[in-house]
């Protein structure tokens, strides 16, 4: 398994960049397989969803198939799948960013009783409280 940095994923994901995503492309499939698949730990897709909004004016109907495929692209393992579909289910159907939400999913399978924040959007998430 190979960890995969964001900038890697987005470039392969955008094709902004003729010779990094050229660079990355080649990567993705020429050596990214089931066997040795490229690993995005919870930190780095965070980090894809936030380029991809806020560079790229990705939708977040966009947002929600690109996750998608990478959970089902054989080529990439995703730290804690279960927990990235679940939050992805929450994400798609709530006003709260993609981080806050699996944050929040991450903590509870941690053990916490509750995640606490400012954000009154994740404030609405299940298992959120606003601290105030």
């Known amino acids: 398994m190979i960890g995969l940095n964001s900038s890697v994923v987005i470039r392969y994901l955008v094709q902004d960049d003729e010779e990094q ?9 020429n050596s990214l397989t089931a066997a040795s698949p490229g690993y995005i730990n919870a930190v780095t897709l965070c980090q894809i969803v936030w380029v991809l909004e806020r560079c790229y004016g990705v939708s977040k109907r966009q947002v929600r198939e690109i996750i998608e495929g990478l959970l089902t692209t054989r ?20 006003n709260a960013d993609f981080a806050d939400v699996l944050i929040g999913h991450l903590n509870a399978h ?15 998430l299940p298992g959120y409280g606003l601290l105030e």
């Open 110 to 124: 941690a053990g916490c009783d509750s995640t606490v924040t400012f954000d009154g959007n994740a404030a609405s």
């Open 21 to 29: 995503s050229a660079t990355a492309t080649r990567f993705v499939e």
């Open 75 to 94: 080529q990439f393992v995703i730290e804690n799948p279960e927990i990235t579909w679940k939050a992805l289910r929450i994400f798609s159907a709530s």
